[in-house]
């Protein structure tokens, strides 16, 4: 029988030691003594995000309490998130009240890190971000809430107890990780815990994860660089690769059939393969299935499920702008996968509004067919290519997922004098940065969007999928090194 290393909760924490509890892990706990005040008021001065202040916070304890114990230390800490601005617990139940008050009929975030130390050092860390819309609340209902739980909902720092029938009965919806809503992302934790060995003598050699991007041609992806770096951040064993297979299914199924025999976790799948992964999938997520093409495939012992990223990848992008119109008018440029992926994801822009905008998504294509067959899908209408510049005047969003305007391409061509100031011009296109097209729009004084964060986004739910982690810190408007290195790569790329 092998010897298990210990395993330390750093944390007073009953509902976190509750949940290690009832997923069957055995540990001791240990109050970790970190002045949270100090890490957090540093965190603020330095200008430093709040997920790595969670991180940060969640390491500290980790490693106050490793100093005096072996084996492995589990620490967590969760930040309330709400219109940008972080909470503490509240100090009483009137601030609580108040704080209910204010978050009653809205969405807000918890973020939630969980690091793991072994021996003194941290190996593996971990982040999520829940999502959590309360019901609106009369100040009578938010009092009978009150009248209800009593003052151990002051431990929490959204006065609430999801696990409680009160708790869970103040939301209209919740979305992320259960137990990390609840102060602890247990999940992940015990698929690292499996993929170590139980924590007992395999530890220091947990099984590679492998996962690629597939197409044709692939070397000048720059998804390897993306998800190799948050393994590395992550203190992940694992490779990411790109992988070449010949245009046609035959080639790509092969392909597929050989990664699955080495032991892949998934593939992301680009150009000209998205349909194939669809047709190689055993299962489907309702998206792939709507758009009629995936770009990531999750293998199992069963088969390969096929999911598409890009809509939501596009989605995020757009996440931190206002987006002017009621009805948000929606201009796409180009009926291809790309275009498949975000028209049909605008018809989620507005899902986090009460009361919710509609919208209405305009196509326009060089081959009028392949409009006509996403116009038909998604419930949009067909504007022909000739009147694109005609028409932008009443647009909200404007959105090229043409190639035109990438590197050795032709611009696009289309006429921004009509283009109302607050419009969005979006261009999918990374390479370059700012395509012609983005020019004219940032020229005009326009909110100019590139390919970047999008390819960004549309990355994190593969990294999750295969290599059990999200990305820390989380990708995009927060994750300025990433950034810096794909715009330093691109330019390498660009030069003479
Ligand atoms: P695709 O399926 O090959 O579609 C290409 C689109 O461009 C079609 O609508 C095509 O029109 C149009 N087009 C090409 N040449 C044209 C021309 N000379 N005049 C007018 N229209 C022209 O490619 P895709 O997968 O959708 O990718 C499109 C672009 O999006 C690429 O630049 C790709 O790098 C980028 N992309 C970016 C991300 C990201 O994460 N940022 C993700 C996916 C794709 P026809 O139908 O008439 O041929």
Redo the contacts with the bound molecule.
């Keep these: 029988m092998k010897t298990l290393a210990p395993i330390t909760l750093a944390s007073g924490s009953a509902i976190r030691a509750k949940i290690l509890k009832s997923r069957g892990i055995d540990f001791e706990v240990v109050k970790p003594g970190v002045d949270e005040t100090v890490i957090k008021t540093e965190a603020a001065a330095a200008g430093i995000g709040l997920e790595e202040t969670a991180m940060k916070l969640a390491e500290a304890k980790c490693l106050a309490v490793a100093k005096s114990r072996k084996g492995f230390v589990i620490a967590s800490d969760q930040i309330l998130e709400f219109e940008d601005r972080p909470y503490d617990k509240p100090a009483s139940i009137a601030e609580a009240k108040a704080r209910i008050a204010e978050m009653q009929g809205r969405t807000h975030s918890l973020i939630n890190a969980t690091a793991l130390a072994h021996d003194g050092e941290i190996v593996w860390r971990n982040l999520s971000r829940p999502r959590l819309t309360m019901k609106a609340m009369t100040p009578a209902d938010i009092d009978a809430y009150f009248d209800a739980v009593g003052e151990e909902v002051l431990s929490s720092v959204g006065a609430y107890m999801v696990e409680t029938r009160a708790g869970a009965a103040l939301f209209e919806r919740i979305s992320g990780d259960w137990y990390a809503v609840q102060g602890l992302a247990a999940d992940p934790l015990l698929a690292e815990q499996k993929r170590r060995g139980a924590f007992g003598d395999e530890w220091k050699n947990p099984p590679r994860i492998l996962a690629g991007v597939v197409g044709s041609p692939i070397a000048h992806s720059l998804s390897p660089l993306i998800h190799n770096e948050w393994a590395k951040r992550a203190c992940i064993d694992g490779e990411y690769r790109a992988i070449e297979a010949p245009p046609g299914y035959d080639a790509f199924s092969k392909t597929m059939d050989d990664l699955r025999a080495q032991g892949f976790a998934g593939v992301n799948v680009t150009?000209p393969h998205?349909e194939n992964a669809l047709h190689y999938a055993t299962t489907a997520s309702p998206v792939a299935k709507k758009i009629g093409a995936a770009n990531m495939l999750t293998f199992s012992e069963d088969g390969a499920h096929a999911h598409s990223s890009?809509g939501v990848?596009f989605l995020s992008s757009l996440a931190d702008i206002a987006i002017p119109g009621d009805p948000v008018r929606v201009f796409v440029l180009?009926?291809?996968?790309?275009?498949r992926a975000v028209a049909s994801s605008c018809r989620d822009l507005t899902a986090g509004e009460t009361p919710r905008r509609p919208v209405e998504i305009f196509i326009a294509?060089?081959?009028a067919g392949?409009a006509e067959d996403i116009a038909e899908n998604i419930g949009a209408t067909i504007i022909p290519?000739t009147e694109r510049s005609a028409c932008i005047s009443t647009m909200s969003i404007v959105v090229n997922?043409?190639?035109?305007g990438?590197t050795g391409?032709?611009p696009l061509d289309l006429d921004l004098s009509d283009l109302s100031p607050d419009a969005i011009v979006s261009d999918?296109?990374?390479?370059p940065l700012e395509t012609p097209l983005l020019k004219a729009a940032r020229a005009r004084g326009n909110v100019a969007l590139n390919?970047?964060e999008?390819?960004l986004w549309?990355a994190v739910p593969g990294f999750e999928a295969w290599f059990g982690n999200r990305p820390y810190p989380v990708v995009a408007r927060v994750d300025d090194d990433l950034r810096d290195l794909l715009i330093a790569e691109l330019k390498k790329r660009s030069a003479p």
């Design positions: 150009i998205k890009d990848g180009g009926a291809g996968g790309a275009a294509n060089r081959t392949k290519w997922t043409t190639s035109l990438m391409e032709p999918i296109v990374y390479a390919g970047l999008m390819l549309q």
